[in-house]
């Protein structure tokens, strides 16, 4: 990828700061919102009517509450970490700026999902799975030579 541009010149210090503030009124909202589902679903005692024996659909009621509670937690974590993305771009002058393609991303888009990271054509290539994050191979062995990724899950043989 090649170096970033320094900061967006679509987005004035004005609106910058706004996205900003978003940014962080958005990070407040899930953090309360992680901190409500854990007080609610994961900390409450399971089912149990007094000297009752627990009965098995309560308690696969309970499992379903919990296995749905961790997945929105899940999935709240990694809104969270986008956000902070968001936040450390805004910080680095990259804030607005596609990592795709280097180029502004569009105001609307912005102001639609302040996390972006990408303008809805390189969105729509992450999503197909064309274009790949950098930081994404970190989990994975990343072959500079071959430029193929080397993984027991990643099959990147072609299949005839």
Same mark, same amino acid.
């Given at each position: !990828?090649?170096?970033?541009?320094?900061?967006?010149?679509?987005?004035?210090?004005?609106?910058? *700061?706004?996205?900003?503030?978003?940014?962080?009124?958005?990070?407040?909202?899930?953090?309360?919102?992680?901190?409500?589902?854990?007080?609610?679903?994961? *900390?409450?005692?399971?089912? =149990?009517l007094?000297? !009752?024996?627990?009965?098995?659909?309560?308690?696969?009621? =309970? =499992?379903?509450?919990?296995?749905?509670?961790?997945?929105?937690?899940?999935?709240? *974590?990694?809104?969270?970490?986008?956000?902070?993305?968001?936040?450390? *771009?805004?910080?680095?002058?990259?804030?607005?700026?596609?990592?795709?393609?280097?180029?502004?991303i569009?105001?609307?888009?912005?102001?639609a999902?302040?996390?972006?990271?990408?303008?809805?054509?390189?969105?729509?290539?992450?999503?197909?799975?064309?274009?790949?994050?950098?930081?994404?191979?970190d989990?994975?062995?990343?072959?500079?030579?071959?430029?193929?990724?080397?993984?027991?899950?990643? =099959?990147?043989?072609?299949?005839?």
């Amino acid at each position: !990828m090649t170096q970033k541009k320094g900061n967006n010149s679509m987005l004035t210090t004005a609106e910058i *700061r706004e996205f900003k503030s978003l940014l962080l009124e958005k990070l407040e909202e899930i953090l309360d919102n992680i901190v409500f589902m854990e007080e609610e679903t994961l *900390r409450k005692p399971r089912t =149990d009517l007094s000297n !009752m024996p627990i009965h098995m659909a309560d308690m696969g009621t =309970d =499992d379903y509450e919990m296995e749905n509670t961790l997945g929105l937690m899940d999935s709240e *974590r990694k809104l969270l970490a986008e956000i902070e993305d968001a936040l450390a *771009r805004i910080e680095n002058g990259t804030y607005g700026i596609c990592e795709g393609n280097d180029e502004p991303i569009p105001k609307a888009r912005l102001e639609a999902i302040p996390w972006a990271r990408y303008c809805v054509a390189c969105a729509s290539l992450f999503e197909k799975g064309i274009l790949v994050r950098e930081d994404s191979f970190d989990e994975l062995d990343y072959d500079d030579q071959t430029n193929e990724v080397q993984d027991d899950d990643f =099959d990147n043989s072609t299949s005839e």
